[in-house]
């Protein structure tokens, strides 16, 4: 898609005080860095039984590891879960070519781009819940089991932090 340049300069924050948001088993922190840095780790594991294997993820932000490493993380369901959905008349359209759809024996009619590319979308989905906060930020970012409702979150506690 590009890169586009924006007319207004970025606001620029450093986590100054640690934040740690849900609960023992969905969880996120966001801590200092001691670099300048933002370094972003992302855990999957939806536990015993699942057909998605446990996996992570873990980088430091830069425009060139979210080309090369990130943006083509493709998103990820299940075979139930894709069931599901066209049971409900959504996504006739969708292939098993356009997403990882998992079954017992792993993606059918795919294979992944990555050993971990499940965990390095849901930290891209990470990367962009926190680009809602309009900051580029520093500090070091660790998300286990989290999703887009746990990320935005953390994004408003970023910017009320921000604020004070």
Not at 31 to 59: H, K, N, Q, W
Not at 65 to 80: D, H, K, L, M, P
Not at 130 to 142: K, Q, W
Request: glycine share 6%.
């Amino acid at each position: 898609a590009g890169t586009k340049v924006q007319a207004s300069p970025i606001r620029s924050f450093d986590i100054t005080e640690t934040i740690r948001l849900g609960d023992d088993k969905h969880w996120i922190i966001a801590a200092p860095s001691m670099d300048a840095r933002l370094t972003l780790e992302y855990r999957l594991d939806y536990g015993l039984g699942s057909v998605i294997e446990p996996c992570s993820f873990l980088t430091i932000l830069s425009p060139a590891v979210f080309a090369e490493q990130i943006a083509e993380a493709r998103t990820f369901v299940t075979q139930y879960e894709a069931t599901h959905i066209r049971s409900l008349g959504l996504a006739e359209h969708v292939t098993y070519q356009d997403l990882l759809v998992f079954g017992d024996k792993g993606p059918i009619e795919n294979e992944l781009r990555y050993a971990n590319e499940c965990a390095r979308h849901k930290l891209l989905d990470l990367v962009g819940d926190l680009a809602l906060s309009g900051l580029r930020i520093t500090g070091r970012i660790i998300a286990c089991r989290s999703g887009h409702a746990l990320n935005a979150k953390l994004a408003a506690a970023i910017v009320k932090q921000y604020q004070q």
